[in-house]
């Protein structure tokens, strides 16, 4: 059972466009979300993360909003660029038991392609 | 400043042979985790540690698969016997566990091939 689902497999945008990339989750406890970058033959590195106590959070081209009430997240990429080219993951987190460890979900991925 | 170290970073083997992969994580990092990423699947959490101690390993499919830390700076994680469906890309992580869900730090992973 998937708690974390990016149900695009992947994503291809002319550059300068905006990039959409979407990600919903099934556990209410969740209380912080998170966006991954992945290039090939590389581990994944943080790019922007949200609380659940803001529906948005911005970073530069990068824009995470968050609907708590529709269990939805997206990253916008706006204008998206050539080198955004990469697997992008979803992740989601909550406290767990008594030892306060956060245990982090991440989703499949989704694959985005920037054409130049 | 060396981020999350994994190796080896390719390993192909026989069905039925023992493997071990590495990770040393970032020096000062309490928390370390294992995933493995599959097209099917993405990135599945296999287990986590918190200062040494495993907290959960509900991740780990088959007692196949074991994992330890024997200090803060040094993981392992074993599958024995292995099979072709393990083949896959293991990463590490590691971060400071604080008051929050902090990022993680990943390092670049081994892709395993087991034939």
């Known amino acids: 059972d998937q708690q974390v689902k990016q149900n695009s497999p992947s994503l291809s945008v002319q550059e300068g466009r905006i990039s959409i990339l979407n990600c919903d989750y099934t556990n209410s406890m969740f209380d912080y979300f998170l966006w991954y970058k992945k290039y090939p033959a590389e581990g994944p590195t943080f790019l922007i993360s949200i609380s659940s106590i803001k529906d948005k959070n911005e970073d530069g081209r990068f824009t995470v909003f968050l609907n708590k009430s529709a269990k939805h997240l997206s990253l916008h990429i706006v204008p998206s660029q050539p080198g955004d080219s990469a697997v992008y993951f979803c992740?989601?987190?909550?406290?767990?038991?008594?030892?306060?460890?956060?245990?982090?979900?991440f989703g499949a991925g989704t694959r985005l392609f920037v054409k130049a | 400043d060396a981020g999350v170290i994994q190796s080896p970073r390719h390993e192909v083997t026989e069905m039925g042979q023992e493997v071990t992969l590495r990770c040393k994580p970032i020096s000062g990092h309490n928390s370390l985790f294992w995933y493995r990423q599959t097209m099917m699947r993405g990135l599945e959490l296999l287990i986590y540690?918190?200062?040494?101690?495993?907290?959960?390993d509900s991740g780990m499919p088959e007692d196949r698969f074991s994992a330890k830390m024997p200090n803060a700076s040094f993981s392992t994680l074993k599958i024995q016997p292995s099979e072709p469906r393990d083949s896959a890309v293991y990463f590490c992580a590691s971060r400071v566990r604080g008051g929050g869900p902090d990022t993680q730090y990943f390092g670049p992973g081994t892709r395993l091939t087991v034939l």
């Open positions: 992740a989601a987190s909550g406290s767990r038991g008594s030892t306060g460890g956060f245990k982090t979900i």
């Open positions: 540690f918190n200062n040494n101690v495993p907290i959960d």
